[in-house]
């Protein structure tokens, strides 16, 4: 079994190169384009120019490559790769600034982040960071957090409890240890099974790239599950794992505590997700200097660098199709009226929900394959 197993890595490997060396779309990584950094921008009528440009016909660009609906991570990200590939491309937000759970907002005089809290994995030359270097020219500075980067406080006043956590592959267990004596078990074995799920994560990106036939063959037989442990511990929630490891209330809700990061609780989370945001900040945390909005800031000239455009309340209320049901545009209102935007590619970053039952005319929305 093991052997055929074996062959069959060996052959998704082949495939994977073939792909890979083969693909003739350019490199959006090819060339260095980090700049000397320049000073942070505090000028809230500065940045508004960049980050509020709201929507009007004459400001879409001609001759799109693509449009985004939302103006998240995922949509700016995506935005400034296509962009970086030569690629024209229009960002639509429905909100009054770009961002998505990167902006922030001012209350009396203080400024509030909307969605980050800190960033794991941002060490010199890893690639987290070169790659973020990258999608912003350098431009996005990083501050560390001091290690405890975080603690986790359980209890009344009257009882309060509280543990830190510490950055580092070795002291985080061993802070842990001088906090729970006894359950040293507990605690080796959660980093075994960490370690283990996130090794296993390699399957997932081959997923992605193989035919969507190869895909559901490994996962419906089986065999992704005997390929890589993070696929196996996928369908086991947070709460099951921790729950057989130690009898200790306190000590599973430290195991849990990242789970205030992706926003589910642990009776609702895979713990193979859960064990990539521990070895995430393993590393330490470190928080953007100049506040979260800093990041859409430094995304959005690369995309109108080249010929693009990020604007900001565009609600689209449908995706265009034409007579062979491929996607060509997106609807905008703009008041009581409809403004139409052509394009070859519609992406959505609005979420699976909203796309397929919002976005999408009825008659689509069974068809996912198109």
């Given at each position: 079994?093991?052997?055929a197993?074996?062959?069959?890595?060996?052959?998704?490997?082949?495939?994977?190169?073939?792909?890979?060396?083969?693909?003739?779309?350019?490199?959006?990584?090819?060339?260095?384009?980090?700049?000397?950094?320049?000073?942070?921008?505090?000028?809230?009528?500065?940045?508004?120019?960049?980050?509020k440009?709201?929507?009007?016909?004459?400001?879409?660009?001609?001759?799109?490559?693509a449009?985004?609906?939302?103006?998240?991570?995922?949509?700016?990200?995506?935005?400034?790769?296509?962009?970086?590939?030569?690629?024209?491309?229009?960002?639509?937000?429905?909100?009054?600034?770009?961002?998505?759970?990167?902006?922030?907002?001012t209350?009396?005089?203080?400024?509030?982040?909307?969605?980050?809290?800190?960033?794991?994995?941002?060490?010199?030359?890893?690639?987290?960071?070169?790659?973020?270097?990258?999608?912003?020219?350098?431009q996005?500075?990083?501050?560390?957090?001091?290690?405890?980067?975080?603690?986790?406080?359980?209890?009344?006043?009257?009882?309060?409890?509280?543990?830190?956590?510490?950055?580092?592959?070795?002291?985080?267990?061993?802070?842990?240890?001088?906090?729970?004596?006894?359950?040293?078990?507990?605690?080796?074995?959660?980093?075994?099974?960490?370690?283990?799920?996130?090794?296993?994560?390699?399957?997932?990106?081959?997923?992605?790239?193989?035919?969507?036939?190869l895909?559901?063959?490994?996962v419906?037989?089986?065999?992704?599950?005997?390929?890589?442990?993070?696929?196996?511990?996928?369908?086991?929630?947070?709460?099951?794992?921790?729950?057989?490891?130690?009898?200790?209330?306190?000590?599973?809700?430290?195991?849990?505590?990242?789970?205030?990061?992706?926003?589910?609780?642990?009776?609702?989370?895979?713990?193979?997700?859960?064990?990539?945001?521990?070895?995430?900040?393993?590393?330490?945390?470190?928080?953007?200097?100049?506040?979260?909005?800093?990041?859409?800031?430094?995304?959005?000239?690369?995309?109108?660098?080249?010929?693009?455009?990020?604007?900001?309340?565009?609600?689209?209320?449908?995706?265009?199709?034409n007579?062979?049901?491929?996607?060509?545009?997106?609807?905008?209102?703009?008041?009581?009226?409809?403004?139409?935007?052509?394009?070859?590619?519609?992406?959505?970053?609005?979420?699976?929900?909203?796309?397929?039952?919002?976005?999408?005319?009825?008659?689509?929305?069974?068809?996912?394959?198109?």
């Amino acid at each position: 079994m093991w052997l055929a197993i074996i062959v069959l890595c060996v052959f998704l490997l082949l495939v994977l190169l073939k792909y890979i060396f083969t693909t003739p779309e350019p490199n959006p990584f090819a060339v260095d384009t980090r700049e000397p950094v320049k000073p942070i921008v505090f000028d809230k009528k500065e940045k508004k120019k960049v980050l509020k440009q709201g929507f009007v016909e004459s400001r879409v660009p001609e001759n799109l490559d693509a449009v985004i609906v939302g103006s998240g991570i995922g949509g700016l990200g995506l935005a400034v790769l296509l962009a970086k590939a030569g690629k024209k491309v229009l960002v639509l937000e429905q909100h009054s600034r770009a961002g998505g759970c990167c902006h922030t907002f001012t209350e009396k005089g203080f400024e509030f982040d909307v969605g980050i809290h800190y960033i794991g994995d941002l060490l010199e030359h890893k690639p987290f960071r070169c790659m973020l270097d990258q999608m912003t020219n350098g431009q996005l500075q990083w501050v560390p957090l001091d290690n405890p980067f975080d603690q986790v406080v359980l209890g009344p006043p009257e009882d309060r409890r509280v543990y830190p956590i510490y950055s580092g592959k070795n002291r985080f267990p061993d802070e842990l240890k001088r906090c729970f004596p006894g359950e040293e078990k507990a605690i080796d074995e959660y980093m075994r099974l960490i370690k283990k799920a996130g090794k296993g994560l390699w399957l997932l990106a081959f997923l992605k790239i193989y035919p969507l036939p190869l895909a559901k063959f490994l996962v419906y037989t089986g065999l992704a599950n005997r390929l890589s442990f993070f696929f196996k511990m996928a369908s086991r929630s947070l709460t099951d794992v921790v729950n057989e490891l130690t009898e200790n209330k306190d000590l599973r809700a430290v195991f849990a505590y990242l789970f205030g990061t992706y926003g589910n609780i642990p009776k609702d989370t895979s713990f193979s997700m859960h064990s990539l945001l521990v070895r995430h900040y393993w590393n330490g945390a470190w928080y953007p200097k100049g506040g979260a909005s800093e990041i859409a800031y430094h995304m959005i000239p690369i995309v109108e660098k080249a010929g693009g455009a990020v604007l900001v309340r565009a609600p689209v209320n449908r995706i265009l199709f034409n007579k062979a049901n491929e996607a060509c545009g997106v609807s905008v209102m703009k008041g009581q009226e409809e403004v139409h935007v052509h394009a070859p590619m519609v992406i959505s970053n609005a979420g699976i929900f909203n796309t397929y039952q919002k976005l999408l005319p009825q008659e689509l929305q069974a068809k996912p394959g198109q």
